[in-house]
Each structure stands twice: as structure tokens, then as C-alpha cells.
């Protein structure tokens, strides 16, 4: 997600200008009336990673147990080609190791901590060192939570990383409970090539882009995606836009949300889902809203 951060002024340039959005009133009203239809998620960004140490077994079930309805999750590939659930491209933020995953093996991975860096006082305690927290593979994801929805990220642009998360979610009948994003297309491309687009995936950066400009030029209508989900920065979101995908058939889910007033506006705005540290803060906002 983090390459969109260039793209954020320009594209919510876009979304703002108020004489492009005069073109899609009927589609502001139509959301409008049908808000209530709008089907919302509960996203836990690497777990619940506000409180407990991310991408950790422990943060996922911490997740499900205030509600999440999905599981967000970042991968990579290990040197011995094992998939790898971590957020960087290395250990650092977690472990506290600046080893790069694609050099190591998954043995050599599950020697470290994941537990390590958490603190949620600055550094002042490490609540969860030496209690056995490890670095996951995505198949030990799937064995703890079998029946749970998850999104993942491919957060490297490899062909070889998209084969083998397609063979893992293939072989454990995920079809319709998963969902792979990545910020470049080629792996997105390739990754829509072996699975024959039987799991949903994200729009990839340019595509996202593409979605935009389209919009923007009144040419939204004949867009044709070729992706089923747009994950979306927060500071890119405007009402005529998720308004627009909607009516496209696009599922929105809005990353990363973990302050409540940016929560309830989300939902107001007419996102599907949103992405946060903090499920139970997510979950708090759909109950107020009457929605759980």
C-alpha cells in the first residue's frame, strides 16, 4: 500500500472537484437511498496489531475475537520459497532484525521473536518478548483460522511468490474467502492468469489510477475493471467516488483507520469496509450505526 502515498494529492484532486461530482448526482442519490444495502466489513490490519504484536497468531485471534470479519495480512517469499506472512521486507519492526526474508529460510525465520519490538508505551516495555510468538507461514494462518476470510498483499512484484500463494489458497479451498491485492500489476496480472480469476482480487496502483482518471473524464460508466475490489488510503475517499464504484459492482475497502470520527465517515461516505489497528474500534462504530 505504501506506494500510493505519491499518488494521494493528485488523485484526490479528482475526487473533490465539485464540477466533476455535479456529473454523478443521480449516483450520489442512488447510494444514498440504498445505504442500507451496503454490505460492511470489519478488516484487522496484520491482526489486531494496535494492541497486540502484528502478523502474530496471537493478533489474529485477538481480531476475531472483537469481530473482525476478515484477516489482513502482508506477504513475501523466503529463500527456500516458503510463503512468508510480514509486512517489510524485513524483520526489523517486529524481530529486530534486519535480515531480508527473501535471504533467509523459513528455518532460519522461525528462530526470531515476533514479539520482540511491540511496545505501546514507547519503547518503555516489551510486553510480549520470549513468549513464543513466531513469524507465521501463510499455511499456518490457514490451519489456525480454516473458516475465516482473509486479504492478503503480495508485497513483492514476483510471479514465483503469485504461483505459490495461488497453489496454497487453491489447495485449501479458498476461493470465496479469500482476496489478493498488491500494489503492481504484474504480480496482480499474473497471479489473475493461474487462479482463471476465481479469487477476487484488488485493483494494483495503475489500475486504481486508471479507475480514477476514467471517472474523472465522465468516462466511469464504460470502465471496464478488472479487479472486483478497490483498497482505497483514507485521504483518497469522497462520496461520489465510493458512490461510483458501487454502482460499478466494486467492492471499497478504506485502510488505514484507526481514529473514530475517520471510522464512522468511512462507513458514512459509503465504504464496504475498513482496515484498521483496531477492529473492536470498528466493530463500536457498525453496532452505534445500528449495523451489527
Known amino acids: 500500500m505504501d506506494l500510493f502515498m ?37 478488516l484487522a490490519h496484520r491482526g489486531a496489531s494496535g494492541d497486540y504484536p502484528q502478523s502474530t497468531w496471537l493478533a489474529f485471534q485477538m481480531a476475531l475475537d472483537q469481530g473482525a470479519d476478515v484477516l489482513e495480512m ?50 518503555e516495555t516489551f510486553p510480549f518478548r520470549a513468549m513464543g510468538l513466531e513469524v507465521l507461514t501463510l499455511e499456518e494462518v490457514i490451519n489456525y483460522f480454516p473458516s475465516y476470510k482473509l486479504s492478503i498483499e503480495m508485497k513483492v512484484n514476483n510471479e514465483q511468490l503469485a504461483d505459490k500463494l495461488w497453489a496454497i489458497l487453491d489447495r485449501n479451498g479458498l476461493h470465496e474467502h479469500a482476496v489478493v491485492a498488491s500494489q503492481y500489476t504484474k504480480a496482480l496480472k499474473h497471479f489473475r492468469l ?16 486508471g ?51 475517520k471510522i464512522e465517515r468511512a462507513f458514512e461516505l459509503g465504504a464496504n469496509g475498513v482496515i484498521g489497528d483496531y477492529p473492536d474500534r470498528i466493530v463500536q462504530v457498525l453496532t452505534a450505526r445500528g449495523e451489527r
Open 6 to 42: 505519491p499518488l494521494f494529492k493528485y488523485i484526490k484532486l479528482l475526487h473533490i472537484s465539485s464540477t466533476l461530482a455535479l456529473l454523478f448526482l443521480p449516483s450520489i442519490t442512488m447510494a444514498s437511498e440504498n445505504e442500507n444495502l451496503i454490505q460492511r466489513e470489519v
Open 74 to 123: 502482508d506477504v513475501h517469499l523466503s529463500k527456500d520459497g516458503h510463503v512468508i506472512v510480514n509486512h517489510d521486507n524485513d524483520f526489523s519492526k517486529t524481530a529486530g532484525n534486519h535480515s531480508q526474508v527473501a535471504d533467509l529460510t523459513l528455518s532460519e525465520i522461525k528462530t526470531f521473536d515476533a514479539g520482540y519490538m511491540f511496545s505501546t508505551d514507547g519503547g
Open 194 to 209: 493461474v487462479s482463471h480469476h476465481s479469487i477476487r482480487t484488488s485493483a494494483s496502483i495503475s489500475e486504481l489510477t
Open 211 to 261: 479507475l480514477s482518471l476514467a471517472w474523472a473524464a465522465g468516462l466511469g460508466r464504460i470502465y471496464s475493471a478488472n479487479f472486483e475490489l478497490a483498497q482505497l488510503p483514507y485521504a483518497m475517499i469522497t462520496r461520489p467516488f465510493l458512490s461510483f464504484l458501487q454502482n460499478k459492482g466494486i467492492t471499497s475497502h478504506v485502510w488505514t483507520v484507526n481514529e473514530w470520527d
